[in-house]
């Protein structure tokens, strides 16, 4: 009788250690774990550290909506139909206005996979000869992420080391990451990339900011730009509803290689095909007022 009530402490004191060792893990399904409506701010800066690092920096707000979700036949990978609006926000010295904001709107799509794999696996993870040691906890706290879990990574750097490098990472979960704050030396800069708002169901948290009346504006640009003929076989023209000044344009390929860029006034830009092969092309078309519209353009 003794020899199995010896047993069954054993076989409880190891299930308390493998429930212990489970709250010490995330995956990438709990981190990457969005919903359809769920919403994302996140602010991505930096500061250089050589100079007075309270002096303006250029930011960008990015506001992902996620519009909706499906997962792979083994269920190891997600996809997630998403809005991205962008807000970039430039300083601009000894000007006026002083800063320079422009914005984008696009649809994209987000990809995760080896969704039942630990978080620590994660590849985004930099390794330097340097570092003596790294800080793994996963923790909940009531003012950081609005008490979510959060899986943390810190690096340390050894006693010799001389301006190295340091790295801190925040994976949440459902919210997703890594959301980070790192020193590089050979720029001098300390780089951030916060998730400062969420929307998940009912649940909010941070500081939401607006992009209405910016959408408001892109759309009205939309559709004030017409492009014809669309497929087009030996030339394009750019139809503007109102006289442009000083647009810029840029024409890229699928892979982003820059085509063509030239600034136009006027109302109406003829675009021949010339020595442009056939394909499927966009055109980058940022207006005076800093608002930035993409177009797709056909060529065969």
């Not at 190891?14 to 996140?42: E, K, P, R, W």
Request: include cysteine; charged fraction near 20%.
């Amino acid at each position: 009788m003794k020899k199995v009530l010896i047993f069954f402490a054993v076989i409880s004191l190891s299930i308390i250690n493998l429930n212990c060792f489970a709250q010490l893990t995330m995956t990438h399904g709990d981190v990457y774990n969005y919903n359809v409506g769920d919403i994302f701010l996140i602010r991505s800066y930096c500061h250089n550290v050589s100079g007075n690092q309270f002096d303006p920096t250029d930011t960008l707000y990015e506001k992902t909506s996620i519009l909706n979700k499906y997962f792979s036949l083994n269920s190891d990978t997600v996809f997630y139909n998403c809005l991205v609006k962008t807000k970039y926000v430039q300083p601009a010295q000894w000007a006026s206005p002083p800063f320079i904001v422009t914005y984008h709107n696009i649809t994209d799509t987000l990809v995760y996979t080896d969704l039942h794999s630990p978080i620590q696996n994660y590849p985004f993870m930099i390794t330097y000869p340097c570092y003596r040691d790294s800080i793994d906890s996963i923790y909940s706290q009531p003012y950081t992420y609005c008490s979510r879990k959060i899986w943390h990574k810190e690096y340390i750097s050894g006693t010799n080391c001389f301006e190295e490098p340091f790295q801190k990472y925040d994976y949440v979960e459902g919210c997703g990451g890594p959301y980070h704050y790192y020193f590089d030396a050979s720029s001098g800069c300390l780089n951030y990339r916060n998730l400062i708002y969420y929307k998940k169901g009912s649940d909010t948290c941070g500081a939401n900011i607006s992009f209405t009346t910016e959408v408001a504006a892109l759309a009205n640009l939309e559709s004030e730009i017409n492009i014809f003929p669309n497929p087009a076989s030996s030339f394009t023209t750019i139809i503007f509803s109102e006289q442009q000044n000083q647009t810029c344009l840029i024409i890229t390929d699928i892979l982003g290689k820059e085509i063509k860029r030239l600034n136009f006034t006027g109302r109406q830009l003829r675009i021949e095909k010339g020595e442009i092969s056939n394909g499927i092309y966009f055109v980058q078309i940022t207006d005076e007022k800093k608002n930035v519209v993409t177009k797709k353009i056909v060529i065969e």
